[in-house]
């Protein structure tokens, strides 16, 4: 079965402890993004990565990583995540350059304490 | 830089009857992607439809259909009989291109249907 999977789904952390979400597809996408979405202001683009080895800013990339060191991985990363972390989280891809919709994984629920 | 723009936070529909989700966007680049999404209360995201700026057809799948209006740059969701099943959070989203990969969405508008 095509599909994006995240770990974990739910996650509930204290200030400062380094966490990694991770992010896997089997569709052989090139691109793959990673979201935040927070009440009334929809999904906001953290990161996203268009082949191995090439990552880039989003909208929000302040206090996050990312690595891509393989086509179908694409980890999210908080090393010292704060309050204002707490989001739910969703990876995505596609293939690269194309119109075609983005795949979404189901979402990892994150809470900063 | 794009912008989506969903000016309606919340709708409520009858059961049975049509509803219009909101949708408009800003871009100067002349090829484009429009998309809805589907999320409901369990959380993941739905892909429902897809309308590229050439496309001479308003696209329709099943009981959606997305109203385009190219001139006034609006993408509208219509729903068509509604159905308990279909309250959820509904999002407009864009990607140009075909070079720039990004996906932007809306704000979202949060659908209720009544028995």
């Given amino acids: ?113 | 830089a794009q912008k989506i723009t969903q000016t309606q936070p919340g709708m409520f529909v009858q059961e049975k009857e049509a509803v219009t989700l909101d949708c408009t966007y800003d871009t100067s680049d002349p090829s484009y992607g429009l998309f809805w999404y589907k999320q409901p209360s369990s959380g993941e995201m739905i892909f429902l439809i897809y309308q590229g700026s050439y496309d001479q057809q308003n696209a329709t799948e099943g009981r959606y259909s997305l109203n385009f209006q190219k001139a006034r740059k609006s993408a509208n969701l219509v729903i068509s009989a509604s159905q308990l099943g279909d309250s959820a959070m509904y999002f407009c989203a864009m990607r140009e291109g075909p070079g720039n990969n990004d996906m932007r969405f809306g704000a979202g508008t949060r659908l209720t249907v009544k028995p």
């Avoid at chain 1, 966490?19 to 927070?38: A, F, G, I, K």
């Avoid at chain 1, 010292?80 to 629920?109: D, H, I, M």
């Fill in chain 1, 1 to 113: 079965e095509a599909q994006v999977t995240q770990n974990p789904r739910y996650l509930i952390t204290v200030t400062g402890k380094k966490l990694t979400v991770t992010c896997s597809q089997n569709m052989n996408h090139e691109y793959m993004s990673w979201y935040r979405q927070d009440p009334g202001l929809g999904l906001r683009q953290i990161y996203y990565s268009m082949n191995v080895e090439v990552t880039d800013k989003g909208d929000v990339p302040e206090g996050y990583k990312v690595s891509r060191k393989e086509k179908r991985n694409f980890p999210l990363i908080l090393e010292s995540p704060s309050p204002n972390q707490t989001s739910l989280y969703f990876c995505a891809s596609s293939f690269k350059n194309s119109y075609n919709e983005q795949f979404f994984g189901p979402g990892t629920r994150l809470t900063v304490l």
